[in-house]
């Protein structure tokens, strides 16, 4: 079978999703061939650019190689302003790809002004046009040059992010339209959340033969009528990926200790409104197996992709430290409090925590179900900086239950302990419709489409998205202790290029 990985998403690692697939298809005897056509993708736009003859381009164009190369080596993380300045000149590659304003790409989205990717028609002509998608010379002929060596009877698409979904159905109808014998499947977390949230059989016609949602080892393998031995989880496999095009300081492993989350609690949390199951690999199992990983790939970072690394993956990673650097996703609770558990933490190779600290208001905090409290969550700031462990901090402005008072105090708690924050991500709220926070309001349209996960509602505090705009842009982002925190936020990457700050220059920010 061939797996298919499409544009666009960030060209930093290969997809953790496909590298499951492959080790579950590899463990049980069944050949397969990966196509990264994101990064593939990505080369064959910023190497094909048509010189529009200003002067940012044609700076861009002679300087390519010279930016790929500071980044992949490393010296590009030595100094902001240097990286800042070949990441948005790759990108700017990227941009004049596409000379209309029609569609726009970067390095980390995809947009087309006329058509949605959330609505299913809009998808369904995507893929009937496949010729017009702005990627469609490379896949052509990438994928006829490989069906013509061999003869695939399966071919998997997965689609995780919105920026992925109107160029993998173009790839599915050019597919479908060339090769109609051959059985299209489509995966993904963004399919996982479309058919559990909508609860729809396909929508997409004769376009893909089956749909698999959630964890899709098993699923893919029942379908190529496979026996799956009972009781082992196949290692992810990444020997199938080219590391050399990622655009990172070497080859990054994202792998992931479970799925859901094992707190599952926030009322505004996507996980929880589409119901996904919490199912934690045993930690000390999962620590050998990634150690044996590093073992054989020799990666620069791990990115550990749970939702929340538990408590006892991080007392697993600290009696068994990694032989490389990580960093993920973790609450802000009691342990990080212990100064040892933190310096453990340290020894155990960990270089950055992402924490979701949403809001400075204890009471915002409570409605929400976060199950934080705003002193810990200080502590475990001081402590991680005074170990050593870089700080990347998310902030959510306008959920239901905050008023501009509350923001007022996120801003206050951010700017009294600016010194242990080094990157901060702000996003403003986005209502999951199938959420608790749903119930109640009078909500609105937010995206068009029969596919979107998410509504627009009338604040009841009288703190819509304009206003919050308007908010996180003048007092937030423009205060003067915050304001350096935004502007070290790595553009395009941000926290998958955060860490290799920390790392390069030995300490963070
Ligand atoms: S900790 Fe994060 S992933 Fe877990 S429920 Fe809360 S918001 Fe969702």
Redesign the pocket.
Same mark, same amino acid.
């Not at 690692?13 to 590899?26: N, S, T, V």
């Not at 925190?485 to 395009?492: A, D, E, G, L, V």
């Given at each position: 079978m061939l797996l298919i990985y499409p544009p666009i998403s960030k060209p930093c690692e290969p997809p953790i999703g496909i590298a499951r697939l492959a080790g579950a298809l590899y463990a049980n005897n069944t050949g397969f061939d990966v196509i990264d056509a994101n990064i593939e993708g990505i080369y064959w736009l910023i190497k094909n650019t048509p010189s529009l003859g200003d002067r940012w381009t044609m700076r861009a164009t002679k300087n390519l190689d010279v930016n790929i190369a500071s980044i992949k080596n490393g010296h590009a993380f030595k100094n902001m302003a240097r990286y800042k300045k070949a990441v948005y000149e790759i990108n700017r590659l990227l941009i004049v790809s596409q000379p209309g304003q029609a569609i726009k790409i970067t390095l980390t989205d995809y947009e087309d002004k006329a058509l949605s990717p959330v609505n299913s028609h809009d998808l369904i002509y995507a893929a009937c046009n496949f010729e017009k998608n702005p990627f469609y010379v490379y896949f052509s002929h990438r994928l006829k040059n490989i069906l013509e060596k061999k003869d695939y009877k399966t071919i998997g698409i997965s689609i995780n992010y919105l920026s992925q979904a109107l160029c993998g159905f173009s790839i599915i109808g050019f597919l479908r339209q060339n090769y109609p014998h051959i059985r299209i499947v489509i995966g993904g977390s963004l399919i996982t959340s479309w058919m559990g949230n909508k609860g729809l059989d396909n929508m997409f016609g004769d376009l893909v033969d089956y749909i698999i949602t959630g964890p899709g080892e098993i699923p893919l393998l029942r379908l190529l009528g496979k026996d799956i031995k009972q009781g082992i989880k196949p290692a992810p496999l990444y020997d199938v990926f080219n590391r050399d095009p990622y655009l990172s300081p070497g080859f990054i492993i994202p792998y992931n200790t479970s799925t859901g @989350?094992y707190? =599952?609690? @926030?009322t505004f @949390?996507p996980? +929880?409104a589409e119901g996904n199951r919490y199912i934690q690999t045993d930690p000390l199992y999962a620590v050998h197996e990634l150690s044996d990983i590093i073992d054989h790939t020799g990666p620069c970072l791990i990115h550990l992709t749970d939702?929340?690394v538990s408590p006892a993956v991080m007392k697993a990673l600290i009696k068994n430290p990694l032989p490389a650097p990580w960093y993920g996703f973790a +609450?802000a609770n009691k342990d990080l409090t212990d100064m040892d558990f933190c310096m453990g933490l340290k020894r155990s190779g960990c270089v950055m925590l992402k924490l =979701?600290v949403e809001s400075g208001d204890q009471s915002v905090l409570d409605m929400m179900n976060k199950g934080i409290v705003l002193e810990d969550v200080v502590g475990a700031l001081e402590n991680l900086k005074k170990a050593g462990i870089g700080t990347y901090v998310y902030i959510l402005f306008g959920t239901p239950y905050e008023s501009k008072e509350s923001a007022r105090k996120t801003i206050d708690f951010i700017a009294k302990n600016h010194k242990n924050i080094d990157f901060i991500n702000c996003a403003i709220f986005n209502l999951p419709l199938n959420s608790p926070d749903a119930r109640g309001l009078e909500i609105r349209e937010f995206y068009k489409g029969d596919l979107s996960l998410y509504g627009d509602f009338i604040h009841p505090k009288d703190w819509g998205r304009l206003k919050v705009r308007r908010f996180i842009e003048k007092e937030f982002k423009g205060h003067p202790l915050i304001k350096p925190i935004i502007q070290r936020q790595p553009p395009f990457f941000t926290s998958n290029h955060a860490p290799f700050f920390a790392i390069s220059q030995g300490k963070v920010c």
């Amino acid at each position: 079978m061939l797996l298919i990985y499409p544009p666009i998403s960030k060209p930093c690692e290969p997809p953790i999703g496909i590298a499951r697939l492959a080790g579950a298809l590899y463990a049980n005897n069944t050949g397969f061939d990966v196509i990264d056509a994101n990064i593939e993708g990505i080369y064959w736009l910023i190497k094909n650019t048509p010189s529009l003859g200003d002067r940012w381009t044609m700076r861009a164009t002679k300087n390519l190689d010279v930016n790929i190369a500071s980044i992949k080596n490393g010296h590009a993380f030595k100094n902001m302003a240097r990286y800042k300045k070949a990441v948005y000149e790759i990108n700017r590659l990227l941009i004049v790809s596409q000379p209309g304003q029609a569609i726009k790409i970067t390095l980390t989205d995809y947009e087309d002004k006329a058509l949605s990717p959330v609505n299913s028609h809009d998808l369904i002509y995507a893929a009937c046009n496949f010729e017009k998608n702005p990627f469609y010379v490379y896949f052509s002929h990438r994928l006829k040059n490989i069906l013509e060596k061999k003869d695939y009877k399966t071919i998997g698409i997965s689609i995780n992010y919105l920026s992925q979904a109107l160029c993998g159905f173009s790839i599915i109808g050019f597919l479908r339209q060339n090769y109609p014998h051959i059985r299209i499947v489509i995966g993904g977390s963004l399919i996982t959340s479309w058919m559990g949230n909508k609860g729809l059989d396909n929508m997409f016609g004769d376009l893909v033969d089956y749909i698999i949602t959630g964890p899709g080892e098993i699923p893919l393998l029942r379908l190529l009528g496979k026996d799956i031995k009972q009781g082992i989880k196949p290692a992810p496999l990444y020997d199938v990926f080219n590391r050399d095009p990622y655009l990172s300081p070497g080859f990054i492993i994202p792998y992931n200790t479970s799925t859901g @989350c094992y707190w =599952g609690r @926030c009322t505004f @949390c996507p996980e +929880r409104a589409e119901g996904n199951r919490y199912i934690q690999t045993d930690p000390l199992y999962a620590v050998h197996e990634l150690s044996d990983i590093i073992d054989h790939t020799g990666p620069c970072l791990i990115h550990l992709t749970d939702n929340a690394v538990s408590p006892a993956v991080m007392k697993a990673l600290i009696k068994n430290p990694l032989p490389a650097p990580w960093y993920g996703f973790a +609450r802000a609770n009691k342990d990080l409090t212990d100064m040892d558990f933190c310096m453990g933490l340290k020894r155990s190779g960990c270089v950055m925590l992402k924490l =979701g600290v949403e809001s400075g208001d204890q009471s915002v905090l409570d409605m929400m179900n976060k199950g934080i409290v705003l002193e810990d969550v200080v502590g475990a700031l001081e402590n991680l900086k005074k170990a050593g462990i870089g700080t990347y901090v998310y902030i959510l402005f306008g959920t239901p239950y905050e008023s501009k008072e509350s923001a007022r105090k996120t801003i206050d708690f951010i700017a009294k302990n600016h010194k242990n924050i080094d990157f901060i991500n702000c996003a403003i709220f986005n209502l999951p419709l199938n959420s608790p926070d749903a119930r109640g309001l009078e909500i609105r349209e937010f995206y068009k489409g029969d596919l979107s996960l998410y509504g627009d509602f009338i604040h009841p505090k009288d703190w819509g998205r304009l206003k919050v705009r308007r908010f996180i842009e003048k007092e937030f982002k423009g205060h003067p202790l915050i304001k350096p925190i935004i502007q070290r936020q790595p553009p395009f990457f941000t926290s998958n290029h955060a860490p290799f700050f920390a790392i390069s220059q030995g300490k963070v920010c």
